[in-house]
């Protein structure tokens, strides 16, 4: 299946505090705000549940990548200044088992076989040339899928998958905004259908 990514509006590459520990640590600072965090995500289209970032040494987050990962899902992409390789970041509802994982395609490859092996609580997939890390979640699957990387930072990147802090989520999602009161026009009759006003006088 093809998955459709939006992307939110591109602001610029900035770095994430680097380092590696368990698959579920609270992350940089103090965890952020439930209700902060449900906001943005669903001001950008995302279900708040599917927000989840990585630490990996070497690599900062390309803001630019964030965006919604098909219906309601998440995405993001880490990047190493260094060797040029990439790891992408998807979160989307669903699970995964030792039944369904040969039946997922690996990262956007479609049509190959998927070969699938247990590495503690993730799954380290391959096919069609790509190889991830997927990390069953309740109700969703985060997946790491790396481009030019080796196992071990796939691996240390699925390690360190967790939710977001107060300071992660500042540089991940926009805050929400917009307008609360309707916008009044000018160009409105008091009476009528309200269709703008386009009358002209008697000269044309």
């Not at 699970?95 to 247990?118: F, N």
Request: overall charge neutral.
């Amino acid at each position: 299946m093809v998955r459709r990514l939006r992307t939110l509006p591109a602001l610029c590459v900035l770095p994430v505090l680097l380092t590696a520990c368990g698959t579920e640590k609270a992350g940089t600072g103090s965890p952020a705000d439930p209700a902060e965090l449900a906001s943005r995500a669903r001001a950008s289209g995302i279900a708040p549940e599917h927000v989840y970032v990585t630490e990996v040494s070497g690599f900062t987050l390309a803001q630019q990548s964030v965006g919604v990962y098909g219906g309601d899902g998440f995405s993001a992409t880490y990047v190493s200044a260094q060797g040029g390789g990439q790891l992408h970041l998807r979160v989307d509802r669903g699970t995964m088992t030792a039944e369904s994982c040969p039946r997922r395609p690996v990262g956007t490859a479609s049509g190959a076989r998927t070969t699938c092996e247990r590495d503690g609580e993730a799954w380290y997939r391959s096919g069609g040339g790509q190889r991830e890390y997927a990390v069953p979640k309740k109700g969703h699957v985060v997946r790491i899928t790396g481009e030019g990387v080796e196992r071990d930072v796939l691996r240390q990147a699925a390690r360190s998958v967790h939710r977001p802090s107060d300071a992660e989520l500042d540089t991940l999602l926009p805050p929400a905004s917009g307008p609360t009161e309707p916008v009044e026009r000018g160009d409105l009759p008091p009476v009528g259908d309200g269709a703008p006003d386009n009358n002209v006088g008697t000269s044309g």
